[in-house]
């Protein structure tokens, strides 16, 4: 307990650091109050929205304001998919290609056209959201207009949140996009956890002290998952400068068990919708399709999570193998004079690299999958969906993620003004840098 005092006290002694907790805050309290105001023209006692599936997953994010019809409804998300789309053309177009390495004037340039496509996307998903999700009984004012102005309050309303999450990441701390996604879900932890021990009532205590056990050990293990890597080994030949001997140095190459982050599980998630859509198309006319659209109707069916491990498993293999390049890495190791002991510069190191992650990669992907339907099988054992959500999956995910990037940002500062760190031994570690922008 004197640790922890101690620690507090010297993060409040550094000025900067202090302004840069203020500040989030700050920023956090304005996102919340935004996301708790409804669109003018609707009457918020006739809303009955209930999203499943992936506007389920999109009102998590979002910390309840999608189905409360908010001035936030859209939050960042168009933003995140924006930028998604963003980096995989980089991936595959050469135009983005030599943008992206023409240094800061480039990621500036990219940066411009996110944002145009920001706003694209918010208009298209603003009408979207306005014609499927707002009952006519609930609104107060004629249609038409309604339409108009919430198609400016909502594309307004997303742009807000991504200057607040630029804000975040230039005056507080850690990625600004990432806070504002973790504070919506952990904003609706307080009432999962209250609904819980409400339906488990005065004899269901030790159930729910249980269920809290476990779902400890889940954001252990959601932890492990995101921190293991698998290091390889390089070496640096001696180099020699006029009278100096440079290099000679031993450094290892981190790879990460789950270098996909949450990305298989988002991708996952919006396909899962096409096997009830065909089926629905056919169900009148067999009972198989019938059969089909009823299984995979429920999250918590065996068909609907086997299929939703797979999806998982494949796409993680397929995102790690756009984002991380072994040629490029074996070409940036042979310029810069290092070399894996015992492999040959040139293709035989980049083949070594692709095989150790191919090996890493699969169990990273079970592990994943497996912390994807958890949700699934604790709605199985009696809990409830609000509560059950915290027991893996995406938001999971999330909150581990930007929680640890918080903290090593914390932990920075500390070591830098020779205070000591956050922990005894060892030092916190982040995600990496194109894991903590994914999301």
Do not use: H
Request: charged share 15%.
């Amino acid at each position: 307990m004197n640790r922890l005092i101690s620690t507090f006290k010297n993060i409040f002694s550094i000025d900067e650091l202090r302004g840069r907790i203020l500040n989030t805050l700050l920023f956090i309290t304005a996102f919340r109050l935004g996301s708790a105001i409804v669109l003018p023209g609707v009457d918020p006692n006739k809303l009955n929205l209930n999203p499943q599936g992936l506007l389920g997953l999109l009102d998590t994010f979002l910390g309840g304001a999608f189905s409360k019809a908010s001035i936030f409804a859209l939050g960042i998300m168009p933003y995140i998919s924006a930028s998604i789309a963003i980096q995989l053309l980089t991936l595959a177009l050469p135009y983005f290609q030599k943008m992206q390495k023409e240094g800061e004037s480039g990621r500036k340039r990219l940066n411009q056209i996110t944002r145009v496509l920001t706003i694209a996307v918010t208009a298209v998903q603003a009408i979207t959201y306005i014609g499927t999700t707002i009952p006519n009984e609930a609104l107060l004012i004629d249609r038409g207009l309604f339409t108009i102005s919430s198609l400016f309050i909502l594309t307004s309303g997303t742009i807000f949140c991504m200057w607040l999450g630029e804000r975040i990441t230039d005056k507080g701390i850690g990625n600004g996009i990432s806070m504002i996604i973790m504070i919506g879900i952990v904003s609706r932890l307080p009432g999962a956890i209250i609904g819980e021990q409400q339906s488990r009532g005065s004899g269901g205590i030790l159930i729910f002290v249980l269920e809290l056990v476990a779902l400890y050990f889940v954001v252990m293990g959601a932890v492990v998952l995101t921190q293991a890597v698998r290091r390889i080994p390089i070496q640096y030949a001696k180099q020699v400068i006029g009278n100096k001997v440079v290099g000679g140095q031993r450094q290892y190459l981190p790879l990460k068990l789950n270098a996909a982050g949450v990305m298989p599980i988002i991708f996952a998630q919006a396909l899962m919708f096409v096997p009830t859509y065909l089926a629905g198309v056919f169900a009148e006319k067999s009972d198989f399709a019938a059969n089909v659209q009823n299984a995979f109707s429920s999250y918590t069916s065996w068909q609907y999570n086997v299929l939703f491990a797979l999806l998982i498993i494949v796409f993680t293999f397929f995102y790690t193998a756009i984002s991380v390049n072994p040629v490029q890495i074996a070409d940036d190791m042979k310029r810069s004079g290092g070399f894996i002991p015992g492999v040959k510069p040139g293709i035989q190191t980049s083949d070594y690299i692709g095989t150790v992650l191919d090996r890493i990669t699969l169990p990273g992907a079970v592990m994943l999958a497996i912390v994807a339907i958890l949700p699934a099988i604790a709605n199985l054992f009696g809990m409830t969906s609000g509560f059950a959500q915290f027991f893996g999956g995406t938001s999971l995910l999330i909150m581990v993620g930007v929680v640890l990037d918080t903290l090593q940002q914390v932990e920075s500062y500390l070591l830098m003004r020779r205070y000591e760190g956050l922990m005894k031994s060892g030092r916190v570690q982040g995600r990496t840098s194109e894991t903590a922008a994914a999301v």
